[in-house]
């Protein structure tokens, strides 16, 4: 731990195919972050940084260029909350058009459309952490996420992130077995957004993604206890 960044980037410098042999956190991990996100707009009330934070993990229905569309509009006139985001807008920022207008309410409905269902049940008040967990695996259902994870597995494959591809490939069924285990233990307790927040980040925290070496031609990096055999 005290070595691995300084090995990374020194071995890169050269061009050193390398393993770094341990166990990865998921917590980073894009499609992670898309969940988490999306629970904190709930939970936050649709602050600024929770919903760009959920837009940009690549998992939304949303183009990042709409995003940057969407993004000048509510920094420019400091939009917050899920009613705000509710209704249509009609203040134009300086200089612009009504077709540009026109054109950031559209991307203001395709995403609130896209999240309406789940919203309204982690955004009502007795919701159980059943109740919760059940919305999840809907919208996960509606939204592909699985299928688009595997594409994004794909992806790294193709590029040669064998690594990335093995940690994608395990994900999803990380986040659904611990979701699982939430109902098994406590569907039934009410629950609010804070509490299932801190729930789910404990369970992602201790979720680990093992990997091995992706390729034989690369030297591999890790510590005595770990990699001796």
Request: proline fraction near 1%.
């Amino acid at each position: 731990s005290a070595y691995a960044n300084h090995i990374e980037q020194v071995f890169a410098k050269y061009d050193l195919p390398i393993f770094m042999d341990y166990k990865r956190s998921i917590l980073l991990n894009s499609c992670v972050e898309y969940i988490r996100s999306l629970l904190n707009m709930a939970e936050q009330n649709f602050t600024y940084e929770s919903v760009f934070r959920y837009l940009r993990t690549g998992f939304s229905n949303i183009s990042q260029r709409d995003v940057d569309v969407l993004e000048n509009y509510v920094l420019a006139l400091g939009i917050r909350g899920y009613k705000k985001w509710q209704e249509k807008w009609v203040r134009r920022t300086r200089g612009m058009e009504e077709t540009e207008l026109a054109e950031v309410n559209r991307i203001r409905e395709q995403f609130v459309v896209s999240i309406e269902e789940v919203m309204s049940v982690l955004k009502s008040r007795n919701k159980t952490v059943s109740d919760v967990t059940k919305a999840l695996h809907t919208f996960f259902m509606k939204e592909e996420l699985q299928q688009r994870v595997k594409e994004y597995q794909a992806k790294f494959e193709s590029e040669g992130e064998l690594a990335l591809e093995k940690e994608y490939a395990q994900v999803y069924r990380i986040v659904i077995e611990l979701l699982d285990q939430f109902v098994e233990l406590l569907g039934n307790e009410r629950i609010s957004m804070k509490e299932y927040c801190e729930l789910l980040d404990a369970g992602l925290e201790d979720a680990k993604v093992g990997i091995i070496p992706p390729s034989m031609d690369q030297v591999v990096v890790g510590d005595v206890e770990r990699s001796r055999i």
